[in-house]
């Protein structure tokens, strides 16, 4: 039984900025090199370019200093390296495209979305000051997500590339909808988690040394399932739907600590799975694809066989332990490698030592966000923490998992790396999100509080209100809430085990008002 | 080229070391109570004669400052206390929120009144106790008196 508090905070402002060089440097480092190997001299357009990356990135520093100044400090380092990285290698396979007498551009396209995404990130950082005010929109949110998801369904608008129906074409560009989707889904799982955890809790049966919930709480399980389902069979894409189901079991897990909705997820999402095996012919092509990959026949179909799976193995293979080196490899012999095989594009060129690395740093992005997750003190926090951080590990799993065939490949996007605007900018709003949580975890309070004593309030609101009512003398927009509670963990007290539905962490609220 | 290219590999690791480098400040920069052997800073006693001033001085060190749970699942938490009411009870909404069979969901509230904290028992199933009397009516807290809602126990501390 122990409380755990940071014995100093320290804002990290300076540390953000030192990682923030190293990744510049890694992005532009890489840029350079590309241009070296493959034309011989810097690419044209390097120092605007670098000077670009460089503008934004510190751009950004700032904002955060100025808005968000106890901010996780490793979260913007980490997504301006992968985003570098991603860029770099985009503009590696544009080089390859023009020597084969293409003219794709997809690299200046990119660096557009990632401009427009650390400004969407800015705008979070700058106008959510709160991240609590989000869980008035539960069931908006909810709305909301329903209708992007269902967007590409709507005759007209939606678009069908490669098969999937997951687009929607907006003028010249087209969105995936489903990107944004996933963000406002976790402000909903999140909100209505929170209110409904208790029910959630309440045990069962016993089976197999298991508490499985009750049979009526299996309500909101099923119906994510069926949705899921839903856009498997209509829109046709695996990725998306497992990306839904995944996010929520994992929410539910958080939020109720019960080891068995993870096994009923499991369960269900496998029975869903084997289902649309055997009766989806696209999902089958898939199943053929990953289980028959080196087979002749897969492998020279024409539509829907194992020939990208099995290049970007053979990519990888290329690429060996060091790599091939920025520009000496051809990953550019995959189809679609600068989205969704871009993972064994960078293995090809860095190896296995560099897709490691890369890998690595995924993984701290998505620690942080659990630890942001553990220190935040509401319980809408620590779920909307813990499920993006979730939904971006979910997603390198199961992007990484399927170009390398451990599972099944699907169509979603690496988070930063891959090329693809809709997913660029949901990502970048995820590490706004991650930021202005971890900036109200992080934000010492001032204890103690000494107020002077005044007459009891008595209007106590009796809603489950998100955001209590700022209690001061003179609210305006100088002061700032304050929530403050300590973590406890319960691991060592098995008494508490009895009942705990809580995060993990047990949470308690207080809210003042400081001037700033 | 060779160069080139380990050196950016090596340059890839640094950055991932350095981001560690920053986090181990999670492991180490963490301050962890526990609640054993926790010094008891309100033992200590005033000497003198009590001169008006220092009598003030005192009732403002007085001033509890904080409400701690000292037993039940959420023990080790702190509460600072500001100038609203504190409501204990295992709604969502309260301030301190304790997932307690055994509590209500609106089960107490300490509120500040004039210069002391006053606990007020909110109509709970269970009752509210200070020792082993039931709290029917609002009464005055003073710190270190031990008031038990459901499994948990919470006092006042300065």
Same mark, same amino acid.
């Given at each position: 039984m122990a409380t755990v508090e940071p014995g100093r905070v320290r804002s990290g402002r300076s540390s953000e900025i030192g990682l923030l060089v190293l990744a510049l440097a890694l992005g532009i480092g890489a840029y350079a090199l590309v241009g070296l190997s493959m034309e011989g001299r810097l690419p044209g357009n390097f120092y605007v370019l670098s000077g670009g990356m460089i503008a934004l990135g510190s751009g950004m520093h700032l904002i955060i200093r100025w808005r968000?100044?106890?901010?996780?400090?490793v979260i913007l380092p980490i997504a301006v390296g992968l985003n570098g990285l991603g860029l770099a290698m985009i503009y590696r396979l544009d080089l390859a495209n023009h020597l084969k007498g293409g003219d794709s551009e997809l690299a200046t396209k990119q660096l557009g979305w990632t401009a427009l995404g650390m400004v969407a990130a800015v705008v979070v950082v700058w106008f959510?000051?709160?991240?609590?005010?989000?869980?008035?929109?539960t069931y908006t949110a909810m709305v909301v997500g329903l209708v992007l998801v269902a967007l590409p369904l709507v005759p007209g608008l939606g678009q069908e590339i490669n098969g999937a129906r997951i687009w929607v074409g907006l003028g010249p560009a087209t969105l995936q909808p489903a990107e944004f989707a996933k963000l406002v889904f976790a402000v909903f799982f999140a909100g209505y988690l929170v209110t409904n955890r208790d029910t959630l809790t309440l045990a069962g049966r016993k089976l197999l040394g298991m508490q499985l919930p009750r049979l009526r709480d299996l309500g909101p399980i099923i119906i994510v399932w069926l949705a899921s389902l839903a856009i498997l069979v209509f829109e046709r894409d695996l990725g998306t739907s497992l990306l839904f189901f995944g996010m929520f079991v994992a929410m539910l897990y958080v939020a109720t600590e019960r080891i068995s909705w993870v096994v009923i997820g499991l369960t269900l999402f496998g029975g869903g799975a084997i289902a649309a095996a055997s009766s989806l012919a696209h999902v089958q092509g898939r199943f053929n694809g990953w289980l028959h990959a080196m087979d002749d026949e897969v492998f020279n179909k024409a539509f829907g066989g194992s020939g990208q799976l099995v290049r970007g193995l053979y990519g990888l293979a290329n690429g060996? /332990?060091?790599?091939? *080196?920025?520009?000496?490899?051809?990953?550019?012999?995959?189809?679609y490698a600068s989205s969704d095989f871009i993972v064994t594009s960078l293995g090809e060129e860095l190896g296995l030592t560099g897709l490691l690395a890369i890998l690595a740093m995924y993984l701290l992005f998505v620690e942080r966000g659990m630890r942001i997750a553990i220190g935040t003190r509401d319980g809408f926090g620590k779920l909307l923490a813990g499920g993006i951080a979730f939904v971006v590990a979910w997603q390198v799993f199961v992007v990484v998992g399927g170009v390398t065939r451990v599972i099944p490949l699907t169509g979603l996007t690496m988070p930063f790396l891959a090329y693809g605007g809709s997913s660029l900018l949901a990502n970048w709003i995820i590490v706004a999100l991650m930021l202005r949580i971890s900036d109200n975890a992080r934000r010492?309070?001032? /204890?103690?509080?000494? *107020?002077?004593?005044?007459e009891p309030e008595h209007d106590d609101d009796d809603t489950d209100d998100a955001v209590p009512a700022v209690r001061g003398d003179s609210p305006s927009d100088d002061e700032t809430q304050v929530v403050r509670s300590v973590d406890v963990h319960d691991a060592g007290n098995p008494g508490s085990?009895?009942?705990?539905?809580?995060?993990g962490t047990t949470e308690t609220e207080i809210i003042g008002t400081v001037d700033r | 080229m060779t160069l080139l290219r380990l050196g950016y590999l090596v340059l890839l690791w640094v950055f991932v070391f350095s981001i560690i480098r920053v986090l181990r400040r999670d492991l180490y920069g963490t301050r962890i109570t526990s609640r054993?052997?926790?010094?008891?800073?309100?033992?200590v006693t005033q000497t003198g004669m009590p001169t008006p001033q220092r009598q003030q001085a005192a009732q403002v060190r007085n001033r509890p400052t904080r409400l701690v749970v000292t037993e039940g699942p959420l023990r080790g938490t702190t509460l600072p206390l500001s100038s609203s009411a504190i409501l204990i009870g295992r709604a969502p909404s309260c301030t301190l929120v304790l997932d307690d069979d055994y509590s209500s969901s609106r089960h107490a509230r300490i509120f500040p009144s004039g210069d002391q904290w006053v606990l007020e028992d909110l109509g709970s199933t269970n009752g509210t106790f200070i020792g082993s009397d039931r709290v029917t009516s609002p009464v005055p807290l003073t710190p270190g008196v031990q008031v038990r809602v459901g499994q948990s126990v919470v006092e006042l501390q300065r």
């Amino acid at each position: 039984m122990a409380t755990v508090e940071p014995g100093r905070v320290r804002s990290g402002r300076s540390s953000e900025i030192g990682l923030l060089v190293l990744a510049l440097a890694l992005g532009i480092g890489a840029y350079a090199l590309v241009g070296l190997s493959m034309e011989g001299r810097l690419p044209g357009n390097f120092y605007v370019l670098s000077g670009g990356m460089i503008a934004l990135g510190s751009g950004m520093h700032l904002i955060i200093r100025w808005r968000a100044p106890f901010a996780d400090p490793v979260i913007l380092p980490i997504a301006v390296g992968l985003n570098g990285l991603g860029l770099a290698m985009i503009y590696r396979l544009d080089l390859a495209n023009h020597l084969k007498g293409g003219d794709s551009e997809l690299a200046t396209k990119q660096l557009g979305w990632t401009a427009l995404g650390m400004v969407a990130a800015v705008v979070v950082v700058w106008f959510l000051r709160d991240h609590r005010t989000l869980r008035r929109y539960t069931y908006t949110a909810m709305v909301v997500g329903l209708v992007l998801v269902a967007l590409p369904l709507v005759p007209g608008l939606g678009q069908e590339i490669n098969g999937a129906r997951i687009w929607v074409g907006l003028g010249p560009a087209t969105l995936q909808p489903a990107e944004f989707a996933k963000l406002v889904f976790a402000v909903f799982f999140a909100g209505y988690l929170v209110t409904n955890r208790d029910t959630l809790t309440l045990a069962g049966r016993k089976l197999l040394g298991m508490q499985l919930p009750r049979l009526r709480d299996l309500g909101p399980i099923i119906i994510v399932w069926l949705a899921s389902l839903a856009i498997l069979v209509f829109e046709r894409d695996l990725g998306t739907s497992l990306l839904f189901f995944g996010m929520f079991v994992a929410m539910l897990y958080v939020a109720t600590e019960r080891i068995s909705w993870v096994v009923i997820g499991l369960t269900l999402f496998g029975g869903g799975a084997i289902a649309a095996a055997s009766s989806l012919a696209h999902v089958q092509g898939r199943f053929n694809g990953w289980l028959h990959a080196m087979d002749d026949e897969v492998f020279n179909k024409a539509f829907g066989g194992s020939g990208q799976l099995v290049r970007g193995l053979y990519g990888l293979a290329n690429g060996g /332990l060091f790599g091939t *080196g920025w520009g000496e490899g051809r990953p550019d012999l995959v189809p679609y490698a600068s989205s969704d095989f871009i993972v064994t594009s960078l293995g090809e060129e860095l190896g296995l030592t560099g897709l490691l690395a890369i890998l690595a740093m995924y993984l701290l992005f998505v620690e942080r966000g659990m630890r942001i997750a553990i220190g935040t003190r509401d319980g809408f926090g620590k779920l909307l923490a813990g499920g993006i951080a979730f939904v971006v590990a979910w997603q390198v799993f199961v992007v990484v998992g399927g170009v390398t065939r451990v599972i099944p490949l699907t169509g979603l996007t690496m988070p930063f790396l891959a090329y693809g605007g809709s997913s660029l900018l949901a990502n970048w709003i995820i590490v706004a999100l991650m930021l202005r949580i971890s900036d109200n975890a992080r934000r010492p309070t001032p /204890l103690p509080l000494r *107020g002077g004593a005044r007459e009891p309030e008595h209007d106590d609101d009796d809603t489950d209100d998100a955001v209590p009512a700022v209690r001061g003398d003179s609210p305006s927009d100088d002061e700032t809430q304050v929530v403050r509670s300590v973590d406890v963990h319960d691991a060592g007290n098995p008494g508490s085990a009895r009942r705990n539905p809580g995060t993990g962490t047990t949470e308690t609220e207080i809210i003042g008002t400081v001037d700033r | 080229m060779t160069l080139l290219r380990l050196g950016y590999l090596v340059l890839l690791w640094v950055f991932v070391f350095s981001i560690i480098r920053v986090l181990r400040r999670d492991l180490y920069g963490t301050r962890i109570t526990s609640r054993k052997g926790a010094p008891r800073e309100d033992l200590v006693t005033q000497t003198g004669m009590p001169t008006p001033q220092r009598q003030q001085a005192a009732q403002v060190r007085n001033r509890p400052t904080r409400l701690v749970v000292t037993e039940g699942p959420l023990r080790g938490t702190t509460l600072p206390l500001s100038s609203s009411a504190i409501l204990i009870g295992r709604a969502p909404s309260c301030t301190l929120v304790l997932d307690d069979d055994y509590s209500s969901s609106r089960h107490a509230r300490i509120f500040p009144s004039g210069d002391q904290w006053v606990l007020e028992d909110l109509g709970s199933t269970n009752g509210t106790f200070i020792g082993s009397d039931r709290v029917t009516s609002p009464v005055p807290l003073t710190p270190g008196v031990q008031v038990r809602v459901g499994q948990s126990v919470v006092e006042l501390q300065r």
